[in-house]
T-cell receptor, first 116, second 111 residues
Framework: GAVVSQHPSWVICKSGTSVKIECRSL??????MFWYRQFPKQSLMLMAT?????????EQGVEKDKFLINHASLTLSTLTVTSAHPEDSSFYIC????????????FGPGTRLTVL | QKEVEQDPGPLSVPEGAIVSLNCTYSNSAFQYFMWYRQYSRKGPELLMYTYSSGNKEDGRFTAQVDKSSKYISLFIRDSQPSDSATYLCAMSATQGGKLIFGQGTELSVKP
């Protein structure tokens, strides 16, 4: 149980275009979803937290107009990187929490974004 | 100073060795402690979850939390080549709250 999927697993796009990444909880309802980015050999940095039906809460330094997050249902959250630039190239990982006894976060497999 | 400090390694051990991974932290409000394993180009996988101080064992893995010293450990017994991965500690102050991750320790278990 507790499977989280992401789509696509990798994407290459041109500078200036927008890219949408989907995060789905496959076998549980996720009350909260988190979006992280990870640079090579570095840790995960939280970008934003989203609750179903509410606006996302962004971490300090993360541009909410650039990284649009939508949590439309209890099983789906999307991250759209708008007007992507090469510095946005990174590994984006989502996680989902069902709010169970430990409120553990279960992570998706990640999406590797390369902006040319 | 980072809230969570973790030696990035790399750490190389022979198969069968006992591995000790550690993190220190500065925020005394942290109460929930986790260890994740991350294979290259994959998402993190939850290994151990501990609340407050104490030990927790699951198979070859043992997690220890010492809140008085602000120090957590993960021990891997009888290490296997398949254990080769990056191990991330993470912690939060509230249940289901924001996770703060360590940098991750890259472990290599040689056959």
């Amino acid at each position: 149980g507790a499977v989280v999927s992401q789509h696509p697993s990798w994407v290459i796009c041109k500078s200036g275009t927008s890219v949408k990444i989907e995060c789905r909880s496959l076998d549980f309802q996720a009350t909260t979803m988190f979006w992280y980015r990870q640079f090579p050999k570095q840790s995960l940095m939280l970008m934003a937290t989203s609750n179903e039906g509410s606006k996302a809460t962004y971490e300090q330094g993360v541009e909410k107009d650039k990284f649009l997050i939508n949590h439309a249902s209890l099983t789906l959250s999307t991250l759209t990187v708008t007007s992507a630039h090469p510095e946005d190239s990174s590994f984006y990982i989502c996680s989902a929490s069902a709010g169970g006894p430990g409120n553990e976060q279960f992570f998706g497999p990640g999406t590797r974004l390369t902006v040319l | 100073q980072k809230e969570v400090e973790q030696d990035p390694g790399p750490l190389s051990v022979p198969e069968g060795a006992i591995v000790s991974l550690n993190c220190t932290y500065s925020n005394s409000a942290f109460q929930y402690f986790m260890w994740y394993r991350q294979y290259s180009r994959k998402g993190p996988e939850l290994l151990m979850y501990t609340y407050s101080s104490g030990n927790k064992e699951d198979g070859r893995f043992t997690a220890q939390v010492d809140k008085s010293s602000k120090y957590i450990s993960l021990f891997i017994r009888d290490s296997q080549p398949s254990d080769s991965a990056t191990y991330l500690c993470a912690m939060s102050a509230t249940q289901g709250g924001k996770l703060i991750f360590g940098q991750g320790t890259e472990l290599s278990v040689k056959p």
